[in-house]
Structures are given as structure tokens and as C-alpha cells.
């Protein structure tokens, strides 16, 4: 088994999800919500992550990306939220149906 990050890791333990709409939080456009799934495991951002609210079965939505690869502003448990999109792409979603 080939793995190339830790999210398909994730997906070989539970091959249920492969039918499932996920992408990253970075992927998501203006508007769109979904429901945080997990968190990959980075030093020191991955406990800040979960800190700031994205714990998995959170819902988030994108309100704003800012222009020339800038940081993206989320909705999170009733609050506005920006994060680095090197950070929102830890961040492992499913898209709402």
C-alpha cells in the first residue's frame, strides 16, 4: 500500500469513505460549507487547529478568500475565523450534499 499523506492513510483504514465527497478546506469556494472529518498531524498547528474549533463534525463554511493566495475567512461555531491556506489544507472535509 502506497501512501502519499496522511489523509489517504486515513481512507485505507476506513473504505467506506472513499464513496464520500471529501477535499481539503483549502479547496472549498465562497460559500460553500462542509463538515470538518480530521486534522493531519503537524507540530504545534495541529493543537491550535483543534483549539480554534475544527474538530471533526464541526460545520464551517467560507465567507471570504482573500486575493493573491491570502488567507481564507471561515465561519466556525458562530464565529469568524481566518487561517493560512498552508493551515486550511490540513484540514480534511466533506462537502454537503
Not at 31 to 57: F, H, K, N, Y
Not at 85 to 95: H, P
Amino acid at each position: 500500500m502506497r501512501v502519499e499523506n496522511d489523509f489517504q492513510l486515513y481512507d485505507s483504514r476506513f473504505p467506506d469513505r472513499a464513496t464520500r465527497r471529501q477535499s481539503t478546506l483549502c479547496d472549498l469556494e465562497v460559500g460553500a460549507s462542509a463538515r470538518v472529518e480530521a486534522v493531519a498531524w503537524d507540530v504545534g498547528l495541529t493543537v491550535r487547529l483543534l483549539e480554534m474549533g475544527l474538530v471533526p463534525g464541526t460545520r464551517v463554511s467560507v465567507i471570504k478568500r482573500a486575493p493573491l493566495r491570502g488567507p481564507l475567512e471561515l465561519a466556525v461555531r458562530g464565529y469568524h475565523l481566518s487561517l493560512r491556506r498552508d493551515e486550511a489544507r490540513l484540514v480534511l472535509v466533506e462537502t454537503a450534499n
